[in-house]
């Protein structure tokens, strides 16, 4: 299972999902990540939600909701947007960036999250950001809130180049793991495609060592200016992995 997540779709301003399916299904997707960055409610992508557009669910049997970030705002809006969100979208996981807020994770929240049907899940961030990447902090956070987990390639990459920091990742959160953000990094982009990567060995090398452990889909965050750049990806990749 393969697939993009849709914010550079948003960026080009297609918002319609129909019309995004159409691009998506065209460079043999199968799967899809929608990406939010609001939680207010009249932005175009959350509002691109509410028209009875869906992501046929027979072609993309792996759906994925990125939600903004679970900062402990507002949290009933938080909580009812995103319950609406993961509804339209017939989300199987809504992920969200574990940020400290005031020196701590908003745990709470989380919990609020699950406790009201949100199939929440937690990536490791970047080397940037100033928590949700320290392996110990990411396991307590699974296992006292209950989410799942989204391995980062990238983002583990930039923390250790050999990798062994992404297999430490792997091997204590294996059993929570549900997809992996793949993309790759060149002197200009930190979010590059795989196949033109300065890093792509690295990248391709160790999603197929976490494929040869579990079978997750994989949403790729690469940057991609046309339609046509994402069908080569997900054939470069289909190629390297050998999976269809």
């Not at 889909?217 to 046509?228: R, S, V």
């Amino acid at each position: 299972m393969i697939g993009p997540s849709t914010g550079w779709l948003y960026e080009k301003e297609i918002y319609s999902l129909r019309q995004q399916e159409v691009v998506l299904k065209q460079a043999g997707a199968n799967s899809v990540e929608i990406f939010l960055a609001s939680w207010d409610s009249n932005d175009k992508k959350m509002l691109s939600l509410k028209v009875g557009e869906a992501f046929d669910v027979q072609t993309f049997t792996y759906r994925s909701l990125h939600l903004p970030d679970v900062n402990g705002q507002r949290p009933e809006h938080q909580l009812a947007m995103a319950r609406d969100a993961v509804a339209r979208c017939g989300a199987i996981v809504a992920l969200t960036h574990p940020l400290k807020v005031d020196s701590d994770y908003p745990t709470e929240h989380y919990e609020k999250m699950i406790s009201g049907g949100i199939p929440l899940a937690i990536e490791n961030m970047d080397s940037r950001k100033d928590s949700g990447f320290d392996l110990a902090e990411l396991e307590r956070l699974v296992k006292i809130v209950g989410c799942r987990f989204v391995l980062d390639v990238q983002h583990a990459y930039e923390h250790d180049h050999e990798m062994r920091y992404a297999g430490d990742l792997l091997e204590s959160l294996k059993g929570e793991l549900v997809h992996l953000h793949v993309s790759g990094e060149t002197s200009d982009n930190i979010h590059s495609r795989v196949c033109k990567a300065a890093n792509v060995r690295r990248i391709v090398e160790f999603v197929g060592r976490v494929l040869s452990v579990k079978n997750v889909p994989l949403i790729l965050e690469g940057e991609y200016a046309t339609p046509d750049e994402l069908r080569q990806e997900i054939e470069f990749l289909t190629k390297e992995l050998c999976f269809c």
